[in-house]
T-cell receptor, first 109, second 114 residues
């Protein structure tokens, strides 16, 4: 079967760095997305990785290792507004999107 | 301008009733989706339409009937509502039906069945 694993919840301190991991086992791979979802709001796109390596976008970076079936989202200089759920989703060999259950990130002052 | 808009935002109803949720996108996208997000926050795809044609129909009770009058609109009608239907329903759109495209979501419709 297809499976995506993320930690259920993480806590970090304002101003610090946090890494949210995502491991996947899917039938094929055609890319990996990270979405951010604030409580009571819609998911919004953060990043898309299809090749191995690190992609940086301001305070957020996303890393992919296809051989290890692994990705992480790195958030630097954490702000209170970064408190949200972070959803990992993988595009399988049929170009279908497989979603993880999301990681709830709590930022403390 | 709202890219993907869905109405109503909140819906409270009794078991056994029938209700509809409407969705419209002004992005010119070809593909639209309905997702269900339950209390555990897991996003589950229900339906996908590409240019008004149904392309994904996951294992969803046939009480749920989507309808796409044109590629900018995708509505969801639910018959004989049950307690387990309580969830947030998100409409989304993407450029085409490839899962490798970015999804733009609507704000969600929170359905509560009493």
């Amino acid at each position: 079967g297809q499976n995506i694993d993320q930690p259920t919840e993480m806590t970090a301190t304002e101003g610090a760095i946090v890494q949210i991991n995502c491991t996947y086992q899917t039938s094929g791979f055609n890319g990996l997305f990270w979405y951010q979802q604030h409580a009571g709001e819609a998911p919004t796109f953060l990043s898309y990785n299809v090749l191995d390596g690190l992609e940086e976008k301001g305070r957020f970076s996303s890393f992919l290792s296809r051989s290890k079936g692994y990705s992480y989202l790195l958030l630097k200089e954490l702000q209170m507004k970064d408190s949200a759920s972070y959803l990992c989703a993988v595009v399988d060999s049929n170009y279908q999107l497989i979603w993880g259950a999301g990681t709830k990130l709590i930022i403390k002052p | 301008d709202t890219a993907v808009s869905q109405t109503p935002k909140y819906l409270v109803t009794q078991m056994g009733n029938d209700k509809s949720i409407k969705c419209e996108q002004n992005l010119g996208h070809d593909t639209m989706y309905w997702y269900k997000q339950d209390s555990k926050k897991f996003l589950k795809i229900m339906f996908s339409y590409n240019n008004k044609e149904l392309i994904i129909n996951e294992t969803v009770p046939n009480r749920f009937s989507p309808k796409s009058p044109d590629k900018a609109h995708l509505n969801l009608h639910i018959n004989s509502l049950e307690l387990g239907d309580s969830a947030v329903y998100f409409c989304a759109s993407s450029q085409d039906s490839s899962g490798a495209n970015v999804l733009t979501f609507g704000a969600g419709s929170r359905l509560t069945v009493l």
